[in-house]
């Protein structure tokens, strides 16, 4: 019905950056909140930062001023700007949409599977 698919993702220096990129496909009537989880080894998925169809956005605390999420409705497209990277950033971010499928007619949420990014010297 939706689809998510991510990419961007690689490996970095500390401080460098890197922008992470996510498309929604499939019989979509509608996107809602768009968001940027990430899991790193022996750790809980976390939320990165979310953002509105209106634009409106949140964001972890260890990520404020660093990244910035942003959207296109009409590309159906999340991006995660990444800034200042850290060691600590490193981990598998997926994307996770809010959608309604035209076949459905019901809010349900979507992920991706995901794109590993990697903070290393």
């Known amino acids: 019905q939706v689809q998510l698919v991510e990419s961007g993702g690689g490996l970095v220096q500390p401080g460098g950056s890197l922008r992470l990129s996510c498309v929604a496909s499939g019989s979509i009537f509608r996107l809602d909140v768009m968001g940027w989880y990430r899991q790193a080894p022996g750790n809980q998925r976390e939320l990165v930062a979310a953002?509105?169809?209106?634009?409106?956005?949140n964001y972890a605390d260890s990520v404020k001023g660093r990244f910035t999420i942003s959207r296109d409705n009409a590309k159906k497209t999340v991006y995660l700007q990444m800034n200042s990277l850290k060691p600590e950033d490193t981990a598998v971010y997926y994307c996770?949409?809010?959608?309604?499928?035209?076949?459905?007619?019901?809010?349900?949420?979507?992920w991706g599977q995901g794109t590993q990014v990697t903070v290393s010297s």
């Open positions: 953002i509105t169809s209106g634009h409106r956005t």
């Open positions: 996770k949409a809010g959608a309604v499928a035209t076949i459905t007619s019901r809010q349900l949420d979507y």
